[in-house]
């Protein structure tokens, strides 16, 4: 079974569009986060979330919006895409309080043209 | 702000050899964790060891070690009998209980050379 998956692991996609990633964990975990891996493979938090509440909220865009319906779901919706949206974005999950081991999905590589 | 410096973009080692990957990060706290993080070409993310920094000893799983040295603010990664699967870049990564903040590195490339 998968521990945290993501939807779509490939996007690829218009300038200006709007588009959502998804994200689901089966471990039980109460924090679950978003982070982007840039082109030269900087990884960077966009987001936490625990127990549905909103933890950390970087210094992104208000383009990037996280909803939680559930503690097991995180998706991540991104309006009026730019090319300098273009990265991978990497889901993950931990047990309450970050210095648990984050485990991980599989990426979403979302590539704007 | 806290900052994690890996210093060398790439390495290689020779397979069943000993490989040592450098990192210094910047902090005023006393309490933090550390962790080495690995990304095979499958992209996943994969936790290799964790470090508590109160701890005095060294983490060590299997052939992965670290050697933690607070008070100079390093903490390096030592891979023994390199194999061919160890192939990936490697993120050193801190943990900081003020902001719930994991900081990465920049990231290692290692090779294995068979």
């Known amino acids: 079974d998968t521990a945290v998956s993501q939807t779509p692991k490939y996007l690829v996609t218009q300038m200006g569009n709007d588009k959502s990633i998804k994200c689901e964990q089966n471990?039980?975990?109460?924090?679950m986060y978003w982070y982007k891996q840039d082109s030269k493979k900087f990884l960077k938090i966009m987001f936490s979330?625990?127990?549905?509440?909103?933890?950390i909220n970087e210094t992104v865009p208000n383009r990037f919006s996280p909803k939680s319906p559930d503690k097991a779901h995180l998706n991540l919706h991104i309006n009026s895409l730019e090319l300098g949206d273009s990265a991978v974005y990497f889901c993950?999950?931990?047990?309450?309080?970050?210095?648990?081991?984050?485990?991980f999905g599989p990426g979403t590589r979302l590539t704007v043209t | 702000a806290q900052t994690v410096t890996q210093s060398q973009p790439e390495m290689s080692v020779q397979e069943a050899e000993t490989v040592t990957l450098s990192c210094t990060y910047d902090?005023?706290?006393?309490?933090?964790?550390l962790f080495w993080y690995k990304q095979p070409p499958s992209r996943q993310m994969i936790l290799v060891i964790r470090?508590?920094?109160?701890?005095?000893q060294n983490a060590t799983e299997n052939r992965f070690s670290v050697n933690f040295q607070k008070a100079a603010k390093s903490f390096s990664l030592k891979i023994s009998d390199s194999q061919l699967g160890d192939a990936a870049m490697y993120f050193c990564?801190?943990?900081?209980?003020?902001?719930?903040?994991?900081?990465f590195g920049t990231g290692t490339r290692l090779t294995i050379i068979p």
């Open positions: 993950a999950s931990s047990q309450e309080g970050g210095y648990y081991e984050q485990y």
């Open positions: 471990l039980g975990h109460d924090t």
């Open positions: 979330y625990n127990n549905k509440e909103l933890i």
């Open positions: 902090t005023s706290e006393s309490d933090y964790y």
């Open positions: 470090q508590e920094a109160y701890k005095q």
């Open positions: 990564a801190y943990f900081n209980f003020g902001n719930e903040k994991l900081t």
